[in-house]
């Protein structure tokens, strides 16, 4: 079988998984390959996400590497023989990988954590929302490559508004609130977008409100996506270089105390809900 030229995030975060569990074992390339029975190569193919690997032989090594998580060894199974081809793929090539990749994990995510400080939350931008803020980020692109974004964004909507929706939990800043993206006009059907969404069950909007006391999260802005199993989380940061993707047990414990720390300082949902109104009100 051919190797990956571009493994996905899901991808690789299989490959970081299986290296941690040989590290975990305290075994060498060598020596897994040994009790495996492949050579080196074939242990670092698939420990960089070059190379798929089987059920069978995903089993296998956990056993040598003995293993004991028996939820995290069926996440990790259904990783390994996950076929899915979503709609993402039809960006291939035409957007960064990094769009492709998020799109990915929202689609196998069991839950969603954002919290957003300047911008309103990509999910619930409408499309003048998302054309004003893809087209100022990015002045040197053509009309084409902007609607490409826009029409990502729009699509990728589906996790929270179809039958199968995953629970949504977002913490907004009113800076992002009230700073007019598209305009006044544009920045009013976008508050009202956000109030539609709060009615529904499985999205809850916490508003973090300017008069907040000692708040020094501007720079906490993030994506926390869940996993079968907690260990398989994955966090999203915006950083200089592109997209990061975090995955570390130690990055992970970080997050979650973050989250719950700008969570406990925001407003109640209904509170929420009574700033959005009257933010609206104003425009």
Known sequence: MALRREPTARQLRLAVELRRLREAAGLTNRQAADLLGVSTAQISQIEYGLAGVSEKRLRRIAANYTCADAELIEALVVMATDRTQGWWEEYRGVLPAAYLDLAELDHHATFRHDVA?????????????????????????????????????????????????????????????????????????????????????????????????????????????GG????LD???????????????????????????????????????????????KEL
């Not at 008069?211 to 720079?219: H, S, V």
């Not at 997209?243 to 700008?262: C, G, Y």
Request: charged content about 25%.
């Open 117 to 225: 400080v300047i911008h309103v939350p990509g999910l619930f931008q409408t499309e003048d929302y998302a054309r004003a803020l893809f087209a100022y980020m990015n002045p040197e692109f053509p009309e084409s490559e902007v609607e490409l974004r826009v029409d990502h964004r729009m699509r990728r909507k589906v996790v929270i508004e179809d039958a199968s929706a995953m629970p949504y939990d977002a913490v907004i800043h009113e800076a992002a609130l009230r700073i007019k993206v598209a305009g006044r006009t544009a920045m009013r059907t976008q508050l009202a977008r956000i109030l539609e969404m709060c009615e529904a069950d499985h999205v809850t909007v916490r508003v973090i409100p300017f008069g907040l006391d000692d708040f020094a999260g501007a720079g906490s802005a993030m994506v926390h996506l």
């Open 234 to 280: 994955t966090v999203v940061r915006d950083a200089p270089h592109g997209t990061a993707f975090l995955d570390s047990a130690a990055q992970l414990a970080h997050f979650r105390t973050l989250f719950r720390k700008v969570k406990e300082g925001s407003l109640t949902p209904n509170q929420s809900r009574d700033l959005i109104h009257r933010l609206a």
């Open 228 to 231: 079968t199993v907690p260990a």
